[in-house]
């Protein structure tokens, strides 16, 4: 069975930091991208970022870009976000998926390219 269990989030103060972890058991990151995603209350859930399976190359959303560091531990089958400087914006359930089918767009972040999704971790940032 292939489950995806996402860690690391919680209550920080704006300006602080966190490092989410997306830990996979029945499936192996390589040769596959990862992305995160996260939904804020109230709101649709959208990309966060990608790490290719190729090159390790990155993708960043526009409001992140800067401040979110995506990377992945082969030895330890887990991708990891590391966060620094936190909004009360970036307040969300992150989700960590993987990207199991590629439309061709360079968009990374098409949730329909995307399966085998966690069940999300909290991260709340107070202002």
């Known amino acids: 069975e292939v489950q995806f269990v996402e860690s690391g989030g919680g209550l920080v103060q704006s300006g602080g930091s966190l490092r989410l972890s997306c830990a996979a058991s029945?499936?192996?990151?390589?040769?596959?991208?990862t992305g995160w995603f996260r939904q804020a209350p109230g709101k649709e859930r959208e990309g966060v970022s990608y790490?290719?399976?190729?090159?390790?190359?990155?993708y960043y959303a526009d409001s992140v870009k800067g401040r979110f560091t995506i990377s992945r531990d082969g030895a330890k089958n887990t991708v990891y976000l590391q966060m620094n400087s936190l909004e009360p914006d970036d307040t969300a359930v992150y989700y960590c998926?993987?990207?199991?089918?590629?439309?061709?767009?360079?968009?990374?972040?098409?949730?329909?390219?995307?399966?085998?999704w966690g069940q999300g971790t909290q991260v709340t940032v107070s202002s």
């Open positions: 998926a993987s990207r199991t089918f590629y439309s061709g767009d360079a968009y990374p972040l098409h949730e329909y390219e995307y399966d085998y």
């Open positions: 790490i290719s399976s190729g090159d390790g190359s990155t």
């Open positions: 029945g499936f192996t990151f390589d040769g596959f991208g």
